[in-house]
């Protein structure tokens, strides 16, 4: 099995823990995942609400130092890809590709030279919001919020600049589409579900899905308990019930896996790296087809990622 998962807190989780990737109790460690024929992994730096400013680039800083120390403590397994043909390297040499997205556009400081300075680390994707109020828009959690600030408009230009990949998970829907309105560039949505399976303004409207869709993107499934219908025995039937739905809803090539590994309370057996072979086992049987299996399991952000990184 291939896997391409789009969105995982691990990192930030081995930083406050003061643990290791490759051994943990975490629901990622590089041991757990040592299965997978080829791994590639997004590993999000997860910007908490209450650092802001200055307060936020320190805890930057931190995350970041520790995502290096790890990279370089397990530099046999694992590599740092800041480009399509490091990825493409990285399988080729049965390493596990890990790239680098920040969750939370307070990273920034409201400085645009902070978000040069990202990208410089080799932060190839960030999440415009985490669930609050930021310098560049507003979260999903906030009641009556507004969507992208000023300054958002300025992140925004400039990551299409940079080439820095736009996701819109965690954005309200004011936020969603004055993205889709003006940007230009493929956008994603690393971790969101179907609001139509799971009315939950976490997820996406049946509307934004065919806007990513026709932009040519890619949206991550989230496996959290609260954005899948309410069967806490059974997360693999909700993950599969917001697939089908992705599929009907002509999303092929879109569909992903965005697992938040780490950043949220998952069903038992949905709960890990370990259990994503079983998924995709599921998945099979329940009628998808072995090459649309294989998309959203890997090829979709494979392709994705070949074509704009
Ligand atoms: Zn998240």
Redesign the pocket.
């Known amino acids: 099995m291939r896997l391409f998962d789009l969105?995982c807190d691990t990192i930030t989780e081995c930083y406050l823990r003061g643990c290791g990737l490759k051994n943990n109790d975490l629901s990622i460690s590089l041991e757990k995942g040592k299965y997978i024929k080829n791994w590639c992994q997004v590993f999000a730096l997860?910007m908490k609400n209450e650092y802001r400013c200055q307060a936020a680039c320190d805890y930057f800083d931190g995350l970041y130092n520790c995502f290096l120390q790890e990279i370089d403590k397990n530099k046999n397994m694992v590599s740092f890809c800041t480009t399509s043909d490091d990825i493409k390297k990285a399988i080729e040499n049965n390493k596990i590709a890990a790239i680098l997205s920040v969750?939370g556009g307070a990273a920034t400081a409201g400085k645009i030279e902070r978000l040069r300075y990202m990208y410089d680390c080799g932060v190839r994707l960030m999440?415009l919001t985490?669930n609050g109020q930021c310098e560049v828009a507003c979260g999903s959690d906030i009641e009556g919020g507004q969507g992208i600030t000023p300054f958002g408009f300025e992140v925004i230009r400039e990551m299409e600049n940079l080439n820095m990949i736009i996701d819109v998970?965690?954005l309200n829907d004011i936020g969603f589409y004055e993205v889709a309105e003006n940007t230009t560039k493929p956008f994603i949505a690393t971790?969101s579900n179907s609001r139509t399976i799971k009315n939950h303004y976490r997820n996406l409207t049946d509307d934004q899905f065919k806007i990513i869709r026709d932009r040519k993107g890619i949206v991550g499934l989230n496996f959290y308990d609260a954005f899948l219908p309410d069967n806490r025995e059974n997360g693999c039937d909700g993950a599969f019930r917001n697939l089908y739905h992705f599929l009907e809803l002509g999303g092929e090539d879109v569909v992903a896996i965005g697992a938040?590994f780490d950043?949220a309370t998952m069903c038992d057996d949905l709960s890990g790296i370990d259990k994503m072979g079983a998924l995709y086992e599921h998945f099979l049987r329940m009628g998808i087809s072995e090459s649309n299996v294989k998309k959203v399991f890997f090829d979709n952000s494979m392709e994705f990622f070949a074509r704009v990184l």
Do not use: A, I, Q
């Open positions: 969105h997860w969750e999440t985490w998970s965690h971790h938040d950043g």
